[in-house]
């Protein structure tokens, strides 16, 4: 038995994870308050370590995609958890992009003075301790990792057991990089089990040890964590996009959004899923924006007025409004105005992200402003919900819900905030 | 029976929970996108009929009263229950003073623009619905509802049975001002019914009906809703607030911030319960400052060399460093330095307000740096905290949190956002 399962052998899962959490929280304090420079020396540092782990790396993730094809899983799967050379180089890019962001913490977020000559600072602080939960994908440990450790916030990565061969490699480059910069190991911990019940103890919040959880994966993952979690979680279960073609839009910049919206990348949670078509558009506008999708290789679910438009176009269900394909199949549906599109949004959406084309401002900002999704664009394409396209440098997640964080999560929404008073001996009056 | 007691009976509790919360959400959908006038006529029609029912609303306080009188309950708490024509005249004006704010909605946080053109802004939307729990301060509800509607969410406000009557006669004024102005009368709604199981409920979330619950009363009440609730809380469970006296302090300012930090009101969360003197300080700066606060009424219980200063001091236990007073004692310890003060902090304080006195800007910096509090205040009173001396213009509470709201919480924390993007046809690159 490797030490981690003679732990959990000797004294339980629930041991070997309060372990885990007191030795995190006890590491966001150190880190909460150490300079920029030192995060920074421990990012570059495992940025090397990726690069000359090279090989040991796609060695490990050999094994994970050996024992993944033995199981039979699908090719998309395999091509998530997939890495090569170029793939391992870009996880050591992106791990010294994210020591090139910005540092959040101690950055002042708002200053002002009181009459009674009181100075008051918004300072943002580090959140603690953030749980990571996810799949295949191996590059998360290392983004994920870097993020939290950027933004001052230990972490605990739970990977898939489907990639753990991969994940504990790269780990171990993140932890060189913390040894080197004389940085707390523990302020990146990766879970040495498999274990299912690792996954429950951690949503339970290990004994007030962490402060948040970042699920990152399916569906079935992440409604698992917003159904037991008992700490917040920043997460969306779904990205229900949708697009309203308004009967103002430009026909031609229409036509390039829904195409990229739909079919740039049909797997992202930016992907838009349902076109909606102003009823008072020209005529044509429909048939011109579905054929083009069809003829982009796109399956085309629609409407009475849509099945009308092409043979192709198969009858949307009631079931499809409420769908996230994340394949390359639309539904399309005819609306009253922009009113009926906002209706639709409301009901079927996820308030994720929706976008409106059209010339007119005013329609424009009726559907932003009452549309109420983390993230509402006007000509444009929804594939833009993304933090490195919003600026962040890198997203951890993207949230749909309104608490503290939403939309693109990157490092600043990884901090909370204190206020810092400076007086000159004020006392407050009876 | 009483309307409500007639459903209760006849679909139970959980039925009537479940019918505030929808009615809650589809008044929160409607009160998010109304314009600031209109809210703000709400609040100031609500004010007028506080000041037209004073008569009303005293008759009823004076039942609350006489039924909390026949149980026998403490001074402090009548004094809380009990409501006179000013104390009714200031509710009035709290909500007149609340109608001034700055409105949050729409307002907009940030702003940039990305190299692609793409205009991004970050604004204030509302949170939703949000359940206030409160005890036995009627004024309470007229606050609470007031900047809830200021902040665009709608309120369900459960107070408790020792303040019912009052409660319902300053519900039913605000519920007047609602529909003066034209707005959905479920956006404050008041629990009709004293049941504990409403309660139990409302912790749960009503079925996704409530977005954030905001206890306020004593620290039974939090501690119940903090371990119960499965939706976030903005909340302290209780104030132990610290004021360090550094070696470098200046001892006249000392004294009267120490004064004033303790006794000015001492039931407040924001009143310091220890005070942390430098060991390095001049001999008679503890003695002085000890003195000071026996002499102003206020119990001492201190260590060993506190103990030595005056016969008056009693020991301090281990317990006392852990105990919020909310009384005229204070518990007394000298420490070495700004290190220990912050080591000590860390372990018995409660995260809410700390402060330094001290000529010395670098051990101010790093008390403000280290001390992982919701304020930390350099050479001002603890009893600083508090929304209207922040500027705030008025509170729902304190929290000590970092998930969203942290400090005291004003009608902008009563926010969310989300990301609304301005194109000109802009698609994503592959």
């Known amino acids: ?16 994870m309060g372990q885990i959490g007191r ?21 570059l540092a ?58 959040p913490v101690g950055s002042v977020i708002a200053r002002w003075q009181r009459p009674n000559g009181l100075i008051i600072e918004r300072v943002r602080v580090p959140l603690g301790v953030i749980g990571i939960i996810y799949e295949s994908r191996p590059n998360v440990t290392a983004d994920a990792g870097a993020l939290c450790l950027k933004s001052g916030n230990a972490a605990i ?27 707390p190991e523990a302020a990146i911990q990766l879970v040495p089990t498999t274990d299912r019940e690792a996954v429950g103890q951690m949503l339970k919040g290990l004994d007030g040890a962490i402060d948040v959880i970042v699920p990152r994966g399916g569906k079935s993952l992440v409604a698992r964590v917003q159904e037991e979690a008992r700490v917040p979680v920043f997460a969306h279960l779904e990205g229900i996009c949708h697009t309203y073609v308004d009967k103002d839009a430009d026909l031609d910049m229409a036509r390039q959004i829904v195409l990229n919206a ?72 005819l609306v009253d105005g922009v009113n009926e599109a906002i209706e ?38 929804t594939q833009f919900a993304d933090g490195g396209e919003f600026g962040f440098g890198a997203e951890i997640g993207i949230a749909t819900g309104k608490m503290h964080a939403r939309g693109p999560v990157g490092v600043e929404q990884l901090t909370s905030f204190k206020y810092v008073v400076r007086g000159t001996g004020q006392v407050r009056p009876a």
Request: one cysteine or more; glycine letters at 6%.
């Open 23 to 43: 030795a995190a929280r006890e590491a966001a304090r150190k880190i909460a308050l150490v300079a920029p420079e030192q995060k920074n020396e421990a990012l």
């Open 1 to 16: 038995m490797n030490r981690p399962d003679r732990l959990i052998a000797e004294v339980g899962t629930a041991e070997l």
């Open 157 to 183: 990565l739970r990977g898939g057991s489907e990639s753990q061969h991969s994940s504990h490699a790269i780990h171990a480059c993140l932890v060189e990089g913390l040894k080197e910069a004389g940085l």
């Open 262 to 333: 739909k079919l740039r990348r049909t797997g992202i949670c930016g992907a838009t899923e349902t076109l909606l078509v102003d009823r008072g558009a020209p005529a044509h506008y429909l048939s011109v924006l579905v054929k083009a999708l069809l003829d982009g290789g796109c399956a085309v679910r629609g409407d009475e007025a849509t099945q009308q438009v092409d043979p192709r176009v198969t009858p949307a269900t009631e079931e499809d409004w409420a769908t996230e394909y994340l394949d390359a199949i639309i539904s399309v549906k």
């Open 344 to 381: 639709h949004i409301a009901r079927y959406g996820s308030q994720h992200t929706d976008a409106i084309v059209t010339n007119s401002t005013e329609t424009a900002e009726e559907f932003l402003r009452r549309v109420d999704s983390a993230i509402v664009l006007h000509n444009a394409s």
């Open 46 to 103: 495992a940025a090397r370590a990726i690069r000359n782990s090279s090989p040991a790396i796609l060695a490990a993730n050999a094994k994970d995609v050996e024992a993944a094809r033995a199981r039979g899983t699908t090719n998309a799967f395999i091509d998530r958890l997939t890495l090569n050379e170029s793939r391992v180089a870009a996880i050591a890019r992106s791990l010294e992009e994210i020591a090139g962001l910005n540092d």
